[in-house]
């Protein structure tokens, strides 16, 4: 079986609504371009309880789960910190995100036309950036070098942490998804297929939608509209799964609509 895959997007910023997130959407579309799909999404605030409750949920239990935000070193991150306190373990230097860091440090004094000084404070302060829970694996930024890293919890869970913002976050996720995922991807493998029938009333239909959950290897959907500006009220009424099993399905869906006098508009395929 596919893992549960999640999502935690932090930041107090998203939630006060001075900046409008961009993660949820991106990641369902990575994830859908190869044939996989989000299970769960939360929101959480620069809050370290909050944040903390939250990570030692995602690590008790299998998966993979996709954390953007806070991982920076001001004094409103708190991502790396309370990712040590959910996996009860130390925080520390990661090897090889000191060489990454010091390697964009050498860089930016370069463009500054500047000798590269190590010792120097806002220098020393940028090594915090590195300072990841004991155990954790790089996540290389292709953007500044700034790592992100992943753990795994006791639960089995693949936690990936990346930054908040999307030029850097968008190419980590893609990174693991392509390398560490790959064994995950499914293009092709599923399907989805569903019709609009209007005029219908859901609690007419639901016991169509579990006939056809029981019959078949299929998850059944009903996405309701009142004011579409085409059809009117409606119902998108659908089913997903495999191919196989999606097409055995639908044509029993649309047997079971006909047997209810159904009035039935376009046919959707989605992959």
């Not at 806070?70 to 708190?78: C, N, Q």
């Not at 293009?187 to 239909?205: D, F, N, P, Q, T």
């Amino acid at each position: 079986m596919t893992p549960a895959i999640g999502l935690i997007i932090i930041g107090d910023e998203i939630l006060s609504g001075k900046r409008q997130d961009k993660h949820l959407a991106k990641v369902i579309e990575l994830l859908g371009s190869r044939g996989m799909s989000l299970s769960w999404a939360r929101f959480v605030g620069d809050d370290r309880r909050s944040i903390t409750a939250n990570l030692r949920d995602a690590f008790a239990q299998p998966g993979i789960v996709f954390s953007c935000g806070g991982i920076g070193a001001t004094p409103d991150d708190h991502t790396r910190q309370c990712a040590a306190a959910a996996l009860g373990v130390e925080l520390a230097l990661h090897p090889q995100a000191k060489v990454l860091i010091e390697s964009r440090m050498r860089d930016v004094a370069a463009e500054q036309g500047e000798v590269f000084d190590p010792q120097r404070p806002d220098n020393v302060h940028r090594y915090n950036m590195g300072v990841f829970p004991v155990g954790s694996t790089i996540i290389e930024n292709p953007y500044n070098k700034i790592p992100g890293f992943s753990c795994t919890g006791p639960g089995g869970a693949e936690v990936h942490f990346v930054p908040g913002f999307p030029v850097m976050a968008w190419p980590m996720i893609e990174w693991v998804l392509d390398h560490r995922c790959a064994h995950l991807h499914q293009r092709g493998a599923s399907l989805e297929r569903s019709v609009i029938v209007m005029g219908a009333m859901e609690a007419a239909l639901t016991p169509l939608m579990e006939e056809i959950e029981r019959e078949h290897p299929v998850k059944v959907f009903s996405l309701p509209s009142v004011d579409h500006p085409t059809y009117g009220r409606h119902i998108e009424l659908g089913v997903k799964g495999g191919s196989a099993a999606v097409a055995d399905a639908f044509a029993s869906l649309l047997v079971g609509l006909q047997r209810h006098g159904a009035q039935l508009g376009p046919e959707l395929v989605r992959n």
